[in-house]
């Protein structure tokens, strides 16, 4: 994207999350990489529901501020772990849907084969370790599933995902918190899962690379 682009698209997406209730406060944060070296992202101590364009923070992948007057979210580091590690990754959003984040708390990963397109799309979304708040322990726990997954549930504290472009690792918050309401409702409130066979989980996995989707772990075992 060009940066005109990426920050109209910061602003649209934190708005979205914001909406849909997935951060609460100033939570959350959201990064586009603009060019091999630089990142845009949104600040610190910001609603999501309301920022605006002069408040956006550009930085490099060390996490110097290149433009802007207000600080970057110290979970920046996550992002910019993310944008090392895998450089198909252009764009990361972190917030807090409820529902994938009360996952997070109890430690279940999202990992039971009910949802066709879950399986496609994500597969699996593990639980990366804990770490505390702004430290470099997050972007540690993060690191390992950068090339392997489309996002990953922080435990005790919310949801990350990442893309190749804005909007897809936004959706890919919706499409996570979807599957963790869907596998809440048929386990914890119907009380009974059809999951699907070895053999469909195997045909939907073979569908990725038509569908342009490079990453995604493979769902437990039925």
């Not at 109209?8 to 999350?17: E, V």
């Not at 603009?34 to 920022?51: H, L, Q, Y």
């Not at 593990?126 to 770490?131: L, N």
């Not at 914890?188 to 999951?195: F, P, R």
């Amino acid at each position: 994207m060009k940066e005109k682009e990426a920050k109209k698209a910061i602003i649209d997406i934190g708005q979205r999350m914001y909406v849909r209730n997935f951060v609460a406060a100033n939570d959350g944060n959201i990064s586009i990489k603009t060019g091999d070296n630089e990142v845009w992202a949104t600040p610190t101590g910001v609603s999501k529901g309301f920022m605006k364009k002069k408040m956006l923070v550009k930085v490099d992948l060390d996490g110097n501020i290149l433009e802007g007057t207000l600080k970057p979210s110290s979970e920046l580091k996550m992002h910019l772990r993310a944008y090392k590690e895998n450089p198909d990754i252009k764009s990361v959003c972190h917030a807090h849907p409820p529902i994938s984040t009360s996952f997070a708390i109890a430690g279940i990963p999202l990992d039971t084969p009910v949802l066709a397109e879950a399986v496609i799309s994500l597969g699996d979304v593990p639980i990366a370790p804990y770490a505390e708040l702004g430290s470099k322990e997050v972007p540690e726990a993060v690191a390992p599933f950068c090339h392997t997954h489309n996002g990953v549930l922080l435990a005790n504290h919310g949801v990350v995902t990442w893309a190749e472009d804005a909007y897809a690792a936004y959706y890919r918050l919706e499409s996570i918190e979807y599957y963790a309401n869907i596998l809440m409702i048929t386990e914890k409130i119907i009380g009974k899962q059809n999951t699907l066979t070895q053999e469909q989980i195997d045909r939907l996995l073979a569908m990725r690379e038509k569908f342009g989707i490079r990453r995604g772990g493979t769902p437990k075992k039925v």
